[in-house]
């Protein structure tokens, strides 16, 4: 029987989400409750403001200078459409390829047409980003208050039924870290457009822990 990559990432949900409730437990229901409206939240806020900003960024920041770079790309590649989207370097080979594949009809306008077939492709990527610095941001706020909501522990009679809630809570936490790790687990294999062995869309499906918390990517839902 031949090794398989996804029992790896079996693991890796399974310390993931068993670390979260853990730590919970260890910091008790109150503090784990701030740090699952933190997490849930942070979530929230970063999915609404990932997709609300992201065409704004592209614009103010990626846009002129793509532009500049694709005029640099078919210059140099005296109108020819492979040698163009090949000296595109500076994308991952997935984008090149999707490109590619829009451009057979390009004609002479294939400076503009490259550029237009980019920002929906690129979007994603800024969306992604955006969605990490968002989520890290408000969990890291709501973290400086679980730290002064730990002392509550200590207090007679509340303490053990306060941790065992805060391990319930972990429960819920740590499937949400799931979820995130899924994101991020299927960020890479677009940007590397699965040309890894251990990591591309065919070893994911077979991860049990890929298949259930992956299920949703609001990155792929149009609304």
Known sequence: MSFSPAILYDILFLIVFSFAAVKSWQKGFLAGLAELIGAVLGVG???????????????????????????????????????????????????????????????????????ALLEPLFLPLVQVVLFVLLCVVVRWVFALLVR??????????????????????GLCTGALDCWLLALVLWFLVSVTAGGLDWLNTAVLQRSVGYSFFGAFNPFLVHY
């Open 45 to 115: 806020i970063a999915v609404w403001g990932s997709r609300a900003l992201a065409p704004e960024i592209y614009q103010r920041f990626f846009s002129d200078a793509i532009a500049n770079k694709v005029d640099q790309a078919v210059a140099q590649s005296g109108g020819d459409m492979a040698a163009a989207v090949q000296g595109l370097d500076f994308l991952p080979e997935s984008l090149r390829t999707a490109v590619a594949a829009g451009l057979q009809t390009a004609g002479d306008q294939l400076p503009e047409k490259i550029t």
């Open 148 to 169: 002064l909501l730990r002392g509550i522990n200590g207090v007679p009679l509340v303490g053990g039924v306060n941790r065992l809630l805060g391990l319930a809570l």
